[in-house]
């Protein structure tokens, strides 16, 4: 099926009501648990090896938990909204009601086939839209399975297109209601470009480099830990790992001590493919790497290095030394925006600091990634992370149409400076605007 088909095929079709949105959803969920085995068998064989436990929480229990929030409260956000009406206008009446799209389009990478696919196909459900989802290429179990998923909620609510880069290209050139992009921001651009002939909304889950400063107050051994947690998650491969730890006051070489310490076990998921390990390890060249036993890489580069300028999405945590948090805030505020800044051990004016000065879709302190997982809070990026937001009521709103209402009574003042306009009614004007009339 070409996009174009799919697509065709789904207009036809008026939105969804209420009832089948919960409906879907309801499916969605039941599919979800009965097919979770086969996720993990199919991200195994895909990656050679992926962790069961990552499957079973990041791509399927996180979408579970979305869609079963969705479901319980999209009534309430579908509701119409009174509006505030000029006195000049009075008895009319105005409201906005969220509408459906119509129909979605979603471009899901490898790095979460599942929950990348499906966290947005929640969100645009729950308003009413009918879908249409891309899933990678390099994930072609798992894309698979997807399609067989989404086949629960039946072919007049969710397609499937599969193909390569050429069908992808095609896919963001149709003449979506909306279309949403998760990848890299190279890619993203390209998308946005091939959107822009028929004015597509868009909505980019982009990436960038997620700084974690580590702050003068900080425990090392549990930033450490909580730093490395955080990046072995699917192998670094995930648009808000910790990207680069930015260190004040703290020497790089205790870091290291302190990474070395934390014993967190034998990594269990595998860069996807050859082509992603070859990135890495041209992007580390002329780096000092220090490898740990979770199979984290750390390293350490001379400024002016590319790793310090390009998203490094793998298992590679960089280590940068700064002589102050005006130094670290500094480093990320001249850089692209990133989905997410994570500080440890700061205090207030510390975080003060950072959230004045630098721009990014969240600031978290003490963890990182997990609020990937709050299904209630909007989520995404700005500038070169993305735009748009996903997750609980802003991802409802996302994917709906705010459409306004109004009824005119059958008097208002404004009447009076219908034409033929009187000296009476611009006298009333100028009264309005302040000018005084003249003694």
């Given amino acids: 099926m070409t996009p174009s088909d799919a697509l065709a095929a789904l207009r036809v079709h008026a939105p969804l009501s209420i009832a089948e949105r919960r409906a879907a959803l309801g499916k969605l969920v039941a599919a979800l648990r009965a097919r979770a085995p086969e996720m993990v068998a199919a991200a195994a064989a895909d990656y050679g090896r992926h962790s069961e436990m990552d499957t079973l929480l990041a791509d399927n229990l996180i979408v579970q938990d979305a869609a079963k929030h969705a479901r319980r409260w999209l009534g309430w956000w579908a509701r119409w909204r009174g509006q505030s009406v000029p006195y000049p206008f009075w008895p009319a ?26 966290m947005p196909a929640v969100d645009a459900l729950a308003a009413g839209n009918r879908i249409v989802v891309k899933p990678s ?70 990436g960038g480099k997620c700084h974690a400063i ?22 670094g491969q995930t648009c808000v790992a910790p990207d680069t730890v930015l260190l004040v006051g703290h020497p790089l070489q205790e870091f290291i001590a302190a990474a070395r310490a934390a014993r967190l076990g034998p990594g269990e998921t595998e860069v996807v493919n050859d082509a992603q390990r070859e990135r890495l390890v041209r992007l580390t060249e002329g780096a000092t790497l220090t490898a740990l036993p979770g199979g984290i890489a750390l390293a350490e580069a001379p400024e002016g290095h590319p790793m310090h300028a390009s998203e490094i999405f793998g298992p590679v945590l960089a280590l940068r030394a700064c002589a102050s948090m005006q130094d670290a805030t500094r480093i990320v505020a001249i850089g692209d925006a990133p989905l997410a800044v994570y500080l440890f051990g700061a205090t207030r004016d510390e975080e003060a600091l950072v959230a004045g000065f630098t721009r990014s879709g969240a600031i978290v302190t003490e963890r990182a990634v997990e609020f990937a997982a709050f299904h209630a809070v909007p989520f995404g990026g700005v500038g070169a992370s993305g735009y748009g937001r996903r997750g609980g009521r802003a991802g409802f709103m996302e994917f709906s149409n705010l459409r306004l209402r109004v009824r005119h009574g059958r008097w208002a003042m404004s009447r009076m400076f219908d034409a033929p306009r009187t000296e009476k009614a611009l006298s009333m004007a100028r009264r309005l605007v302040g000018i005084k009339p003249k003694a």
């Fill in 93 to 118: 009446r105005a409201w906005v009601e969220p509408m459906p799209k119509g129909v979605v389009g979603i471009m899901a990478p490898w790095n979460y086939p599942f929950q990348l696919a499906l």
């Fill in 214 to 235: 580590v702050a003068p107050g900080a425990d090392l051994a549990r930033a450490a830990k909580d730093i490395l947690v955080a990046k072995m998650i699917n192998a």
């Fill in 137 to 206: 290429e390099f994930t072609p179990r798992c894309a698979a399975l997807l399609a067989e998923i989404l086949a629960t909620l039946g072919d007049d609510v969710a397609r499937v297109v599969q193909g390569d880069a050429t069908v992808a290209a095609d896919f963001a050139a149709q003449p979506w209601d909306h279309l949403v992009f998760t990848g890299g921001t190279d890619t993203g651009r390209r998308v946005a470009a091939a959107a822009a002939p028929n004015l597509t909304p868009l909505t980019l889950e982009l």
